[in-house]
């Protein structure tokens, strides 16, 4: 089984921090971004698709053809389309599987959270917060199944926002890339264009840290300590 890992983007939020060092090799507790997202991958995954772009030799340099016995295949985005186009150049390297588990290269996520997604074919990492403002809205159906997310919603309130992991199989690249504002193509929202045909199960996270603003550096690293 394989894992993708998006971490082509230019992280422009973290300032000087992101200038010369790529976002996801940023360190928390004397480990990059990246190593903290391998050291919790579950045993079945075998290969890792990291998808490169900003500064993507100091990625490839850091990390090598291989980290604790697992390959490592780099996949080059030279022009930031967002998270879904991310996942499109990744495409003949994932037809063969028969689930894949995707997630963000600078948010730092938990084993048990990704064994639970790997449980289905189509599932969707959920995080209940206090606010929601700037994040991607999670909106449920009566039924309580996912039926959009909105990105960047805009007021402060309390509800559950996307956790940018996700378990899928090759089905979606059945559907067209979704486009979000900003001239991209969102990957929650493409994956939603497929809940017509498939079970998209919501996730509830135990422990998601997303690092956005150099602060959320230091939050990490009181977290994890007393984790």
């Avoid at 698709?49 to 100091?58: A, M, S, Y």
């Avoid at 780099?74 to 997630?103: N, R």
């Avoid at 790997?118 to 403002?133: M, N, T």
């Avoid at 509830?204 to 939050?219: C, G, K, T, Y």
Wanted: proline share 4%; net charge negative.
């Amino acid at each position: 089984m394989k894992a993708v890992i998006f971490a082509a983007g230019k992280g422009k939020r973290m300032g000087e921090l992101s200038e010369e060092t790529p976002k996801p090799l940023l360190r928390v507790l004397q480990k990059s971004l990246l190593e903290h997202k391998l050291d919790s991958l579950p045993e079945q995954i075998k290969e890792v698709l990291i998808v490169v772009g900003h500064l993507k030799e100091k990625i490839i340099n850091h990390l090598g053809e291989s980290y604790d016995g697992r390959k490592i295949t780099y996949i080059v985005q030279d022009e930031l389309l967002g998270t879904a186009h991310s996942l499109s150049l990744c495409k003949e390297h994932l037809l063969g599987e028969e689930k894949f588990l995707v997630m963000m290269g600078d948010d730092i996520y938990c084993k048990d959270d990704m064994e639970e997604c790997l449980k289905y074919d189509f599932a969707l990492l959920i995080r209940e917060v206090d606010s929601v403002f700037g994040k991607g809205k999670v909106i449920f159906d009566d039924s309580g199944r996912i039926e959009d997310i909105l990105e960047k919603f805009p007021d402060r309130v309390p509800g559950f926002v996307c956790a940018a992991m996700y378990t899928l199989t090759p089905k979606i690249f059945d559907y067209e890339m979704v486009a979000i504002p900003g001239g991209e193509f969102g990957l929650p929202q493409t994956i939603l264009s497929a809940k017509k045909d498939v079970e998209i199960k919501a996730v509830q996270s135990r422990f998601w840290l997303q690092i956005s603003a150099p602060e959320d550096l230091v939050i990490a690293e009181t977290f994890l300590k007393i984790r």
